[in-house]
Nanobody, 126 residues
């Protein structure tokens, strides 16, 4: 059974930075893509960022480009989301996800992912 565990969430002031981590187990981490989603209360889960298995290409929600960066360390079986210039509207539960084995491009849609973590809360105060 594949396991994904997020960490690094918390409370931060607007304009601040935070780095989320997601540790994976159950599959060969370096062989599949990873992504981050977020969900605010009363809203749909939305895509944040995706990265291919080799880390060479990434995909971001347009409104987050320049503020959020996804990266991975295959030696540590971990994917990261570096968040900068945080805004109150970034407040949400953030989830990491592992792409299905058949997805070879940079994953970005819900259908691309088959495994999910439990989420970590990020709260940005004004």
């Amino acid at each position: 059974q594949e396991q994904l565990v997020e960490s690094g969430g918390g409370l931060v002031q607007a304009g601040g930075s935070l780095r989320l981590s997601c540790a994976a187990s159950g599959r060969t981490f370096s062989s599949y893509g990873m992504g981050w989603f977020r969900q605010a209360p009363g809203k749909e889960r939305e895509f944040v960022a995706g990265i291919r298995w080799h880390g060479g290409t990434t995909y971001y929600l347009d409104s987050l480009k320049g503020r959020f960066t996804i990266s991975r360390d295959n030696a540590k079986n971990t994917v990261y989301l570096q968040m900068s210039s945080l805004k109150p509207e970034d407040t949400a539960v953030y989830y990491c996800a592992a792409a299905r084995s058949g997805v070879t491009r940079t994953p970005y849609s819900l259908a691309d992912f088959g495994s999910w973590g439990q989420g970590t809360q990020v709260t940005v105060s004004s």
